[in-house]
């Protein structure tokens, strides 16, 4: 490979480690194409980029970003899962390991710092943005749905009242 193709690449792998929130190392040795289409699907679902690059290349490029511990986790052929969303392409890889047993996370880049599997671990258990997001409004929403509650039920009381005076009123007339 030509050193310009070299460079093309380390600026590559550096721009999407800087561009992402979360950078997740894997391990993919053995792993059918297949399996790995169908890897690509549900993480290219997510707006995750999934890349494989040589080793070589992005240990010169996490040197160069200061992130050199990463290149700890490098072990064999090694594919890159590139996201905004911290959380999401750790959950689709941890279920995809059950799935399939040549496929495991080794390590990553979480906001500029190294992260090792505890930590991948951790944040794959989390929930992911939209039910995060689904929480908050069920919370927000829950107070709202009580006032609402309380504002029907004035009128509804009133009528209530309102039919017990007229009932008590032809009572009196009766008798």
């Known amino acids: 490979m030509a050193n310009e193709e070299k460079e093309a690449i380390i600026a590559e792998i550096k721009q999407h480690i800087q561009n992402s929130t979360l950078s997740v190392m894997s391990k993919y ?14 993480l290219r679902g ?13 240990k010169r490029a996490l040197a160069e970003l200061d992130l050199e ?3 700890q986790y490098f072990d064999g052929p090694t594919a890159w899962a590139f996201s ?17 047993d040549n496929v495991a996370m080794v390590g990553g880049v979480l906001d500029g710092k190294v992260v090792g599997t505890d930590q991948l671990q951790k944040l794959a258990d989390l929930p992911t943005r939209d039910q995060l997001l689904a929480q908050v ?39």
Do not use: S
């Open 29 to 42: 040795q053995g792993i059918t194409v297949e399996d790995v289409t169908t890897l690509r699907v549900q």
């Open 46 to 58: 997510e707006n995750i980029t999934y890349k494989v690059y040589k080793n070589t290349l992005a």
């Open 69 to 71: 511990d990463a290149a």
């Open 84 to 100: 905004e969303d911290p959380v999401a392409p750790a959950k689709i890889l941890k279920d995809f390991a059950k799935e399939v």
């Open 137 to 175: 409004v069920g919370t927000i929403a829950a107070p709202l749905r009580d006032l609402v509650g309380t504002l029907n039920a004035v009128p509804r009381n009133m009528v209530g009242v309102i039919g017990a005076i007229r009932r008590k009123k032809e009572e009196e007339e009766a008798a």
